[in-house]
């Protein structure tokens, strides 16, 4: 390896696709295994680098800065979400930070659809009933959920990702939507009607109810105890943004005492959700492993972005897709 290469320090291995292209120009080293470097394996392994490739498992702050040293210049994550980052002290310290947007939204937005049907048709519990032999015969009365035609959709943050599940919801089933977002949008903003109403207010009135706010100290546990006492007891909440956007034991307890009808979440709080933890006992809750993004042409793409950005960063130019 030409000693002279600026160094990247990659925390997993991504596509290849983003690999080779990195390759040609740097000293890569990636980080083998399944599971994420530890923070000890992560501080040793930034050291001496000039740009990081993250991924959302990986907390970039401070600390991992002072490791990499002086001559870090960028903090490319392997996400749309950067709540991993410290983004402030990176603009602080003058490293810049990309992100990945748009080309997996429709992978992401496809998965909210998946949680809005599964849930509201039961199929975590009638899959259960056949791989349990609980399955005797066709029931009249077994297994019954919830229709989407027609009903109401709330979107909680009316972004790229949100406004595309609605899409899909109003050109599917003819869904009212009702959206909140953190600026006013104007009523011909989207192909299809919409009304921005207040947090409380889409609570209250919609039917399904699905996340798609980045985590920020404003929109941690933005869903908790009060909230899920304003919805419907056939609310389905859908979350395929990150899962401390809800208070997780209030979830249980919502769950539990049949306060909503049930619970559709690619993400969790924490990732995985340990052996022991109650929402696994809750039925009516189907959990992913947060594959909103999983597919194979959405996470070539993050790929080819995420090193699109250290090859910037690295270049003296400006990221493609930057966060600061
Ligand atoms: C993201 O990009 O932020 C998703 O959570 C993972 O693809």
Redesign the pocket.
């Known amino acids: 390896m030409d000693s002279n290469l600026q160094k990247v320090f990659v925390a997993r291995r991504i596509p290849q696709i983003g690999i080779d292209s990195l390759a040609q120009q740097f000293a890569v080293t990636v980080h083998s295994g399944q599971l994420p470097p530890t923070r000890s394996e992560l501080l040793s392994g930034v050291g001496g680098c000039h740009g990081i490739l993250s991924l959302?498992s990986d907390r970039i702050d401070g600390e991992v800065m002072d490791a990499a040293g002086a001559q870090l210049k960028v903090i490319s994550?392997?996400?749309?979400?950067?709540n991993n980052i410290d983004v402030p002290e990176a603009t602080r310290r003058g490293i810049a930070v990309g992100?990945?947007p748009d080309v997996?939204t429709d992978?992401?937005a496809d998965i909210a659809i998946a949680l809005i049907m599964a849930t509201a048709r039961r199929l975590r519990e009638a899959w259960q009933a056949v791989d349990n032999l609980a399955w005797k015969t066709w029931e009249p009365t077994g297994w019954r959920g919830l229709d989407l035609v027609g009903s109401t959709v709330g979107i909680v943050g009316m972004g790229r990702i949100g406004s595309k599940v609605a899409q899909r919801l109003y050109g599917g089933w003819n869904m009212r939507v009702l959206f909140t977002a953190h600026r006013a949008k104007a009523e011909d903003t989207f192909p299809f009607p919409a009304r921005q109403v207040a947090l409380d207010e889409l609570l209250t009135n919609s039917d399904f109810i699905s996340l798609h706010v980045p985590l920020s100290a404003d929109t941690r546990h933005l869903i908790g105890a009060r909230e899920f006492g304003l919805m419907k007891e056939t609310a389905v909440v859908v979350n395929?943004?990150?899962g401390e956007i809800i208070n997780q034991a209030a979830l249980v307890n919502a769950l539990r005492n049949k306060q909503i009808f049930g619970a559709g979440l690619?993400?969790c709080d924490p990732e995985p959700l340990p052996e022991y933890d109650p929402l696994r006992q809750c039925e009516n809750c189907l959990l992913l492993p947060?594959i909103?993004?999983?597919t194979y042409s959405?996470?070539d793409a993050?790929a080819v972005r995420a090193a699109d950005n250290l090859l910037a960063g690295l270049t003296g130019n400006p990221l493609p897709y930057p966060v600061n």
């Open positions: 959302l994550n392997f996400a749309v979400g950067f992100n990945t997996l992978a992401t395929t943004a990150r690619d993400v947060h909103g993004s999983a959405a996470r993050m």
